[in-house]
């Protein structure tokens, strides 16, 4: 036996499948109702309860309301409750019945002028309809400010401006409002224009955006005069930074700020503040490609999985103060660092895995760059340029 509100239920789930015959043409009704029909033994072990569900479903059939399902019944002799009827076919016969019952009249309406809006004014839309008729229904009222903006991609798929100076007649905020469905939309319709392997929308869609800065230091009194008017602390953007090439041999990457802002000066140097896993931001600076790299981050297995993929950028990268002598020189003041899952790094020196390898090994594990001195780091960093102490 079935009751209303489990006929309900089934109908709901049939919505996404009728929105799609609505724009293909497929004959949806008449649509069964699926339902276990009631066995002799039923009956006879419970007929006062069986009676009130049925009349239940036909207090609640379009028979009694009249719109929603039909109920076929059929007539059977018992021969200890005598001839009854009892369902035999639940159906819904019409559209008009069915979205009646579920509640879905005026919503299938506005989706209909909606659907026809936009494959009228972006015919190639009608296979993304066909395949998501509810992300139509999720955003009812917006599609004429989405068509705009998808027509405008169609014709401009790489329009290198900001989302504000798009010139689409739509809102400055909408496509910031609208990002995850106008992705959608634009990865079907400009597929061949996108950068695949960027998630973040605007370099996806090549658009303009705020970019991440990267402050870095000039360690060189002539080179800070040369390029940036003797300035020797200064933050620029990822596509500046790509392409500011600096005549210089020597570019350390430093994860402490302390002392990224106390590095001594140097002669052909330059500091960059790394900033940890957001090393990523450097990646495309292949002006890096022939500098003499060093890297500077705690000890401890974050930092080295941050020297390796550096390394993965710039394999010439030299780590500084990341080996076994600083990490027993300063023993005292090693704490307890954050797991990791990861056990191999590809791109360590065999004394760099080795000390990785004790670090997994044990919890004492982490130390901190602030926690070195600054004699013991002006003579390492003497050490690694061959200048003696400085």
Not at 163 to 192: A, G, M, S
Request: with cysteine; charged share 30%.
């Amino acid at each position: 036996m079935i009751t209303p509100e489990e006929i309900r239920t089934q109908a709901e789930r049939w919505y996404k499948e009728f929105l799609i015959s609505s724009i293909s043409g497929d004959v949806f009704f008449p649509k069964d109702i699926r339902f276990g029909k009631i066995k002799p033994k039923e009956t006879v072990e419970d007929f006062s309860r069986i009676d009130k569900e049925l009349q239940s479903l036909r207090h609640k059939s379009k028979e009694h309301l009249g719109y929603g399902y039909r109920t076929e019944f059929v007539r059977r002799n018992d021969q200890k409750i005598g001839p009854q009827q009892f369902p035999n076919r639940i159906y819904f016969d019409t559209e008009t019945d069915y979205l009646k019952y579920i509640h879905k009249e005026k919503e299938y309406l506005a989706f209909k002028k909606e659907v026809s809006q936009i494959t009228s004014r972006i015919p190639r839309l009608q296979d993304w309809v066909l395949q998501n008729p509810l992300k139509v229904i999720e955003n009812l009222g917006k599609w004429n400010d989405l068509i705009k903006v998808c027509d405008y991609f169609i014709k401009n798929p790489r329009p290198n401006l900001y989302n504000r100076e798009l010139p689409i007649e739509v809102h400055t905020k909408f496509i910031e409002d609208n990002k995850p469905l106008l992705k959608h939309l634009l990865n079907f319709l400009i597929e061949e224009h996108i950068n695949k392997d960027e998630e973040f929308f605007e370099i996806r869609f090549n658009l303009k955006y705020s970019e991440p800065l990267i402050r870095l230091r000039v360690l060189d009194e002539d080179i800070s005069k040369k390029y940036f008017s003797g300035l020797t602390d200064l933050s620029i953007t990822k596509t500046d930074f790509n392409h500011i090439n600096l005549s210089c041999y020597r570019v350390f990457i430093l994860e402490n700020m302390l002392n990224f802002l106390t590095l001594p000066p140097l002669n052909n140097s330059i500091s960059i503040f790394g900033k940890g896993f957001q090393l990523n931001l450097l990646k495309d600076a292949r002006w890096l490609n022939d500098k003499h790299i060093i890297y500077w981050g705690d000890i401890d297995t974050h930092g080295f999985q941050i020297l390796s993929q550096l390394r993965s950028y710039f394999p010439q990268t030299q780590s500084l103060m990341m080996d076994s002598e600083t990490f027993n020189m300063f023993r005292d003041f090693v704490v307890q660092g954050s797991e990791t899952s990861v056990e191999h790094l590809d791109n360590l020196t065999p004394e760099e895995d080795q000390l990785f390898k004790h670090l997994l090994s044990t919890k004492q594990n982490r130390l901190e760059q602030e926690k070195i001195s600054q004699t013991f780091v002006l003579m390492k960093i003497g050490k690694i340029l061959n200048l003696g102490n400085i």
